[in-house]
């Protein structure tokens, strides 16, 4: 009886150290993150180097669902996956030259526009981002940011904003809050 207790907990234990080796080898490698990506539906991705767990590249990202478009141009992303040790997801780079957002056509509400608010997040691990840069943002054809970027750290118990720059229509506007 105590050589098949034995053996369970070893089978149970192989098991997930192969779900775990699948998961690295997915995400770590070039070849699995590319593989990955072809599995989301609408999703074409041209230009794809690196490897999503750390830092990669894509000259175009692609994504279409009914009306719904989504374009980006020259995607950069490097996470640190060490920090996930410490229940922390770091995204030291997040850059994109162009994020093209094209939203369905709605019908016009007679309703004055209310405030939004947006809900409290309570994350099971604390997210720091080190550098967000758009170079330019348009929805629905309309330039709406240009040279933006954001850095920011959203902890448990908060989310300060630590900086973040616009440029909309020649305006230019800087807020520090460190």
């Not at 994109?96 to 094209?102: G, N, V, Y």
């Not at 758009?134 to 629905?140: D, H, Q, S, V």
Request: aromatic residues 4%; glycine residues 6%.
């Amino acid at each position: 009886m105590k050589r098949i207790s034995i053996a369970v907990v070893l089978a149970i234990l192989c098991l997930v150290l192969l779900v775990l080796g699948a998961t690295f080898g997915l995400l770590a490698t070039q070849s699995g993150s590319r593989w990955l990506l072809n599995q989301v539906p609408g999703l074409t991705v041209e230009g794809f180097s690196g490897a999503v767990l750390t830092d990669w590249q894509a000259e175009q990202l692609d994504w279409q669902q009914d009306d719904l478009s989504l374009r980006i141009s020259a995607l950069q992303m490097q996470l640190r996956p060490s920090c996930l040790l410490r229940s922390a997801l770091c995204l030291d780079t997040l850059t994109a030259a162009r994020i093209e957002l094209t939203l369905p056509e709605s019908a016009e509400s007679s309703e004055p526009q209310q405030n939004i608010e947006l809900p409290e997040l309570q994350l099971p691990l604390s997210i720091e981002i080190e550098r967000i840069y758009i170079g330019e943002l348009l929805l629905n054809g309309e330039l709406l940011l240009a040279d933006s970027g954001l850095r920011a750290q959203w902890l448990a118990d908060g989310n300060p904003l630590a900086r973040i720059d616009a440029d909309r229509s020649q305006i230019r506007h800087q807020d520090d809050n460190q």
